[in-house]
């Protein structure tokens, strides 16, 4: 059983009281009831000490998910270090929806992670472009979300491993919403719906998209790597 640790920025659903009445306990917390019992779940937030990523926390953590918005230059360079060293040692990384914008991910990109964005509450299609990759198992073609928050191309981020979902909005829009990458020995993956005045984390095709990514981005064992001079 992996252990899937479920980081959360938790200032929107303790200030607003729009996002309170979508997630009374948290996004982590809506994330958490789906994922336990498959897996030994964890939460942390920013405002605990160490933002709850302590080192005993994420040495146990297999994968980690990241839901952040407005406090991204809150979070500690340390804490920061701490997860991609532990992303480069093998530790899964699942960046949700306005995680693009947070340290880490910019950090492992190398890049802004910048996009355009809007929020009309229109329609939106993700495409399964993929549909071999485990993440789609058991998707029909797309996942319609009838409520949603835009985010299009540009979206400055290398270019993925594997791109397995892509994005149609009613305004035209097109964006890459499930890119898949590997930066050392751990697996990231960043997926793009999950705007915080919108139930999106109960929809039932999302709960399978971040059920099937624990599953890929868990660590497994492999031959042992080796680094510096060989006897």
């Known amino acids: 059983m992996a252990t899937v640790t479920i980081w959360n920025?938790?200032?929107?659903?303790?200030?607003?009281?729009e996002v309170a009445a979508v997630y009374p306990d948290g996004i982590h917390a809506t994330i958490a009831d789906?994922?336990?019992?498959?897996?030994q779940v964890i939460t942390a937030t920013l405002d605990e000490p160490k933002h709850g990523l302590t080192s005993d926390?994420?040495?146990?953590?297999?994968v980690l998910l990241w839901w952040g918005h407005t406090a991204h230059d809150e979070v500690e360079d340390e804490i920061v270090d701490r997860v991609q060293e532990r992303v480069l040692e093998g530790m899964g990384l699942l960046v949700l929806h306005s995680g693009?914008?947070?340290?880490?991910?910019?950090?492992?990109?190398?890049?802004?992670?910048?996009?355009?964005?809007?929020?009309?509450?229109?329609?939106e299609r993700?495409?399964?472009?993929?549909?071999?990759?485990?993440?789609a198992d058991?998707?029909?073609?797309?996942?319609?979300?009838?409520?949603?928050e835009m985010y299009g191309e540009p979206f400055d981020v290398p270019e993925p491993d594997r791109l397995v979902f892509t994005s149609w909005f009613e305004g035209g829009e097109v964006f890459r919403s499930g890119c898949c990458y590997r930066r050392g020995s751990g697996r990231i993956f960043y997926f793009r719906p999950g705007h915080e005045t919108i139930p999106i984390y109960e929809n039932e095709d999302v709960q399978r998209v971040i059920r099937n990514?624990?599953?890929?981005?868990?660590?497994?064992e492999g031959a042992p790597r080796t680094f510096?001079?060989?006897?």
């Open 34 to 39: 789906f994922l336990e019992g498959d897996h």
């Open 57 to 62: 926390v994420l040495e146990e953590t297999d």
């Open 228 to 231: 510096g001079e060989r006897d």
């Open 126 to 135: 993700l495409w399964v472009v993929d549909p071999g990759h485990p993440i």
């Open 100 to 123: 693009h914008y947070s340290k880490i991910f910019k950090r492992l990109m190398g890049t802004t992670c910048s996009l355009q964005w809007r929020e009309d509450d229109g329609l």
């Open 138 to 148: 058991g998707l029909d073609e797309c996942i319609e979300l009838p409520e949603t």
């Open 9 to 17: 920025e938790y200032r929107h659903e303790r200030e607003n009281d």
């Open 213 to 220: 990514a624990v599953e890929w981005a868990t660590p497994t």
